[in-house]
């Protein structure tokens, strides 16, 4: 996936004087590599015949009914890796995918479409689907998908054009439709200086018999994100209420900026439900920090007030990686106990350095434990 002005860095925000955002909490935060999924990755991405992910970028981890966890990645690589660590010359890429981890904890395969295709379809030509937030309600997993439109050419796309959402049956996994939303082109919040309308999707997360959606609104000052909701499992056909600062309304225009301010990120951020509430993680210029800053902010309930809490400074690019970059914060709740949680970020290299080493478009995995 390509960094852009547009579309990609429509996502968010940080927390800087002047926002909505309670003040920041005295808390610490420790970081390590979490090494036994980082192996479980390697090996696995390693280990193909040609028939399997060999790194990809990690936008949801959702943990399934039946003990499995399922990873959900936007731009994919497909192929054999060979035994000097380049992925093989045919190696594919894809813009959508899964990969299911067993109970046991084995890596088990890789979901595409038919001819290893993209899981998610596209609806027409110039067109792709850049998959986001992921939510499960009983047997039935539901995913909001960002139809993307190519522009002159094909590797840079426009902004996205509105928000889908897939439903895949569980266990099977298969995907049984794909079906328009009603939360997007809203133009929420228009104001003189708003170069686009929210764009819904950002993260989304289950709470109280409602399925909590998430937006990024991208003015010529800041970037802001928003909430909406609708009844759990009807992603595909309720009429969304949006959350106007101090009531749920039925009209887009009421809905609120709920943090952000004058900064840079991305379409995509993680959002958790922990016992304390709820975390974000996103990635973005924090006041007085630096573009590998990721950052951590909590709020009681899915509408805040939200304040940070921590910053985890990543030291990019690693050694031996050249000029690398991350982006995609992820948190893999599955994983989490107490105070710890574990997440991931992609690391990019940008083509060609992506196919001369793997670990040039693979996620990196990390431990963090808060203190205080």
């Given at each position: 996936m390509k960094l852009r002005a547009t579309s990609t860095l429509l996502g968010l925000l940080a927390l800087t004087a002047g926002t909505a955002l309670a003040p920041a909490a005295q808390a610490s935060v420790s970081v390590k590599p979490q090494a036994s999924l980082q192996k479980l990755f390697d090996a696995y991405g390693n280990g193909g015949t040609g028939d399997r992910w060999t790194g990809g970028a990690l936008v949801a981890s959702v943990a399934l009914p039946d003990g499995r966890v399922a990873y959900s990645f936007g731009s994919?690589?497909?192929?054999?890796?060979?035994?000097?660590?380049?992925?093989?010359?045919?190696?594919?890429?894809i813009n959508s995918s899964w990969v299911i981890q067993e109970k046991s904890g084995k890596l088990s395969n890789t979901l595409t479409g038919a001819s290893q295709a993209d899981f998610y379809p596209a609806p027409g030509p110039q067109t792709y689907y850049e998959p986001s937030?992921?939510?499960?309600?009983?047997?039935?997993?539901?995913?909001?998908?960002?139809?993307?439109?190519?522009?002159?050419?094909?590797?840079?796309?426009?902004?996205?054009?509105?928000?889908?959402?897939a439903t895949?049956?569980?266990?099977?996994?298969?995907?049984?439709?794909?079906?328009?939303?009603?939360l997007l082109n809203t133009h929420t919040v228009e104001t003189s200086d708003q170069e686009y309308p929210v764009e819904w999707g950002a993260g989304a997360v289950n709470d109280g018999g409602f399925t909590y959606v998430?937006?990024?609104?991208?003015?010529?000052?800041?970037?802001y994100a928003h909430v909406a909701r609708v009844p759990a499992g009807q992603l595909a056909t309720a009429t969304p209420e949006y959350w106007s600062g101090s009531a749920w309304?039925?009209?887009?225009?009421?809905?609120?900026?709920?943090?952000?301010?004058?900064?840079?990120?991305?379409?995509?951020?993680?959002?958790?439900?922990?016992?304390?509430?709820?975390?974000?993680?996103?990635q973005g210029y924090p006041a007085g920090g630096t573009y590998h800053d990721i950052i951590a902010f909590t709020a009681a309930s899915p509408t805040g007030p939200y304040k940070q809490q921590y910053v985890m400074t990543m030291k990019v690019p690693p050694?031996?990686?050249?000029?690398?970059?991350?982006?995609?914060?992820?948190?893999?709740?599955?994983?989490?106990?107490?105070?710890?949680?574990?997440?991931?970020?992609?690391?990019?290299?940008?083509?060609?350095?992506?196919?001369?080493?793997?670990?040039?478009?693979?996620?990196?995995?990390?431990q963090a434990t808060v203190s205080g």
């Open positions: 994919t690589y497909l192929g054999k890796v060979n035994k000097n660590g380049s992925r093989d010359a045919s190696t594919k890429r937030g992921a939510v499960v309600n009983g047997n039935t997993l539901y995913q909001i998908l960002l139809l993307k439109g190519y522009g002159d050419t094909t590797d840079t796309a426009t902004s996205t054009i509105h928000a889908d959402v895949i049956s569980l266990p099977s996994f298969k995907l049984e439709g794909i079906a328009h939303t009603s998430y937006g990024t609104e991208q003015t010529a000052f800041g970037f309304s039925p009209a887009a225009l009421a809905s609120a900026r709920i943090f952000g301010g004058a900064n840079f990120g991305y379409q995509h951020f993680s959002l958790t439900k922990t016992s304390a509430g709820f975390r974000v993680l996103t050694e031996g990686l050249g000029l690398a970059f991350h982006y995609y914060p992820t948190e893999l709740p599955s994983f989490g106990k107490g105070k710890s949680f574990v997440f991931a970020h992609l690391m990019d290299i940008g083509a060609p350095g992506r196919t001369e080493n793997v670990k040039n478009y693979r996620p990196l995995f990390f």
